[in-house]
């Protein structure tokens, strides 16, 4: 699913956000990228949506090459993609079911249908009771699990997430490991960053530390997620 060789990051203020990043991430895998506050591992998010290029270095993700993409690459993968980021980007004056339902609406799913996964992804993130709630009324860690369940909501084969659990209570964190174990049952490939260890307790899979712009697993953190 993920292709990295020798990828970099430099922006047009000189700063290097990431150096000779090798990256193999097969379909349905779960993998987590840790690191400090500045690390890069928003960056490294927006590499793999093809928000940002890369410096240098080859990247291919879900058989397209990001170094070389067009317009209509991205757009291809985008619509391959289900990404949470932490601006979550949701719509105000909209409850919490539109906002989820808006990514199945764009693709053509009929009402009926739409309304339906909707509901059921909210319920799997604990907002059964907040679907009627305008996302302005929402915490900040409310917003942060309707962002989830609309990046889920329509299966992509693709999911990145930063920092999903920053903001969440535990319990709140065992509904995200819950969606993110369901989501590898259906293929789905995970890359999450997070500083949560929470999260990689109930929900183990391969770890990667980024430091220094550069990538490293950590041995011995966690098991494999079992598919």
């Known amino acids: 699913m993920i292709h990295a060789r020798g990828v ?3 922006y047009e ?8 990043i090798d990256l193999q991430v097969a379909a349905g895998e779960l993998v987590y990228v840790v690191g400090a506050s500045g690390a890069g591992k928003t960056t490294l998010l927006k590499l793999l949506l093809g928000m940002e290029k890369p410096t ?14 067009q317009a209509e690459d991205i757009r291809r993968l985008r619509r391959l993609t289900g990404a949470v980021f932490q601006d979550f980007k949701l719509i105000p004056g909209r409850t919490a079911l539109e906002n989820v339902a808006l990514s199945l609406r764009v693709l053509g799913v009929p009402w009926s249908e739409n309304r339906q996964r909707s509901l059921a992804v909210l319920e799997e993130v604990g907002l059964a009771d907040r679907v009627g709630s305008m996302v302005q009324t929402l915490s900040w860690g409310e917003r942060q699990r309707v962002a989830l369940a609309r990046a889920v909501v329509r299966e992509p084969r693709l999911l990145l997430a930063d920092e999903p659990t920053g903001n969440l209570d535990a319990t709140s964190v065992g509904f995200v490991a819950a969606v993110l174990a369901r989501a590898g049952e259906k293929g789905i490939t995970r890359v999450v960053a997070t500083h949560d260890t929470r ?20 041995a011995g953190a966690g098991r494999k997620d079992r598919q």
């Open 8 to 10: 970099a990051k430099v």
């Open 13 to 20: 203020n000189g700063t290097q956000a990431l150096q000779e």
């Open 56 to 69: 240098a270095g080859e990247l291919e993700v879900a058989g397209i090459s990001l170094g070389k993409a």
């Open 199 to 218: 999260l990689l307790e109930m929900l183990p899979g391969r770890v990667l530390l980024l430091e220094g712009g550069r990538l490293h697993q950590v």
